[in-house]
């Protein structure tokens, strides 16, 4: 099992890339069914991780497997890459480069009284 320190040192060694890469993506928004760049970008970042099996099902979609040492549980994670068309109005270093087109994440709430 991972003793905290262990997993907080894995974290920080990679921290400043992981953020490189969220300000690239945030940087190049691309429409549903648009996600060329963003597809190609993740699917050669999850290559160059050396122990996944990377595929391309669909032409703008990424699947990756994990396969541990032994058998066990198994679970998925799905992400949306797709942006939204609405003008960023942010004032960040890292704001998107495609007038009209953003990430965004819309949340609505439903009420259920």
Known sequence: MFQSSTLQAAVESVKEEVIQWRRYLHENPELSFEEENTSQFVYDTLCSFGNLEVSRPTKYSVMARLIGP????????????????????NTFDFVSKTPGVMHAILMAEKNSK
């Open 70 to 89: 032994q058998p066990g549980k198994t679970f998925g994670i799905r992400a949306d890459m797709d942006a939204l068309p609405i003008q960023e109005e």
